[in-house]
């Protein structure tokens, strides 16, 4: 069983910056095996895939919306996946979720979240124009 509490989310302009944060809780050396990534949602738009990173911190997946201004990172001392969100543009309003799924590596494309396994409750980002 995993976990996850998001937290960080909130209001902020247009090109302004906000960093997400996911902390799991799970049995003793569960979270080795879980690749722990994020997702949003829009109104009215389907599940999106954002980025993913794997326990080892050497596999990483980046949508192609966010390629270059977010950066996922873990602190696997702490069981946290941070996701730092530069650059924002109002497009990127939407709840964002943490997954976790049990696989080593992360996809190179199509990151999806019929594959994920464990969710959190999610956190609002809004950014005004």
């Known amino acids: 069983q995993v976990q996850l509490v998001e937290s960080g989310g909130g209001l902020v302009q247009a090109g302004g910056s906000l960093r997400l944060s996911c902390a799991a809780t799970a049995p003793s050396d569960t979270l080795d095996y879980y690749t722990i990534g994020w997702f949003r949602q829009a109104p009215g738009k389907e599940r999106e895939g954002v980025s993913c990173i794997s326990s080892s911190d050497d596999s990483k997946y980046y949508g192609d919306s966010v390629k270059g201004r977010f950066t996922i990172s873990r602190d696997n001392a702490k069981n946290t996946v941070y996701l730092q969100m530069n650059s924002l543009k109002p497009e990127d309003t939407a709840v964002y979720f943490c997954?976790?799924?049990?696989?080593?590596?992360?996809?190179?494309?199509?990151?999806?979240?019929?594959?994920?396994?464990?969710w959190g409750q999610g956190t609002q980002v809004t950014v005004s124009s």
């Open positions: 997954a976790a799924e049990a696989r080593l590596v992360c996809p190179r494309k199509d990151y999806s979240h019929s594959d994920q396994e464990y």
